[in-house]
Structures are given as C-alpha cells and as structure tokens.
C-alpha cells in the first residue's frame, strides 16, 4: 500500500484568542471533510499552528486561502494572517476611514447633490400628484 499523502504547515494570527477544537472545526468544514482526524491544532496566545495531512496540500491551501476571502466558517475565527510553510499567503486589510473629520461644511461639500435631491424628490412628488388628478377630472 502506497501512502501518498504529504502535510501542510499552517500558522493562523487571529484577532483573539481561540480553543484549538474551534480552529479544528473551521478547517475541517472549510476543506469539506467528513472526519477530522487529519487535522491538529495548536494554539499559543491570538496564534494557532495548524498541520493538515492530506493527499493534496496545494489544494487544501487554495481552498482555504479563498474561504478567507468569502463569507465562510473560516472567516468566523477573524484571522488577521494566514502562512503556510513560513510564507504569509493572506493579511487581513485594514478598514480605510475616511480622515476628513466631522465638519459640516466639508460634508456639505463633497454631497452637495444630494440637498438638491432631498429637496426636489418631494417636490417632483407633489407636482405629479397635482397633474394627474388634473388630468383625471
């Protein structure tokens, strides 16, 4: 009997800290598998080492690396980065906030459109409503 399996060497940052049974159970669901007995986990601090034994780790790896991106089980443990035998194969971005501060007149210049659509949305309401039980009559 030939063994052609081969392991992946995962290391998961994450936002906070996590059981490893937990870590166990979002791969074993992300790469679809009945039993997860090919799979370990261990966790130190907010980063968890995960070793996957499988017959295509390439495969495992992509699957997973594309979980992350997608609304997933994976996703649930917020991992902040993803590397796989030493190499960072996913960092989580950081949110982009708007600098400009709170300034009123600031907002009220980068929307002026939408004082003249909150204006004249009514407005065209009105109009219409008066012309059609004009026509009407």
């Given at each position: ?98 600098q400009l501060g709170g300034d009123l ?21 009105v109009v219409t409503r ?8």
């Amino acid at each position: 009997v030939l063994d052609c399996t081969d392991s992946l060497s995962l290391v998961m940052t994450t936002a906070t800290v996590l059981p490893s049974q937990a870590v166990v159970s979002a791969v074993c669901k992300t790469l679809g598998q009945s039993s997860c007995s090919n799979i370990a986990a261990s966790v130190v601090d907010n980063e968890a080492t995960v070793t996957v034994t499988t017959a295509d780790p390439i495969s495992a790896l992509v699957t997973i690396r594309t979980a992350l991106s997608t609304p997933s089980t994976i996703t649930m443990l917020r991992i902040t980065q993803l590397s796989a035998q030493g190499a960072v194969v996913y960092i989580q971005q950081a949110l982009v906030i708007d600098q400009l501060g709170g300034d009123l007149a600031l907002c009220a210049e980068r929307l002026w459109y939408l004082t003249f659509l909150i204006l004249l949305l009514p407005l065209m309401y009105v109009v219409t409503r008066y012309l059609y039980r004009r026509g009407a009559a």
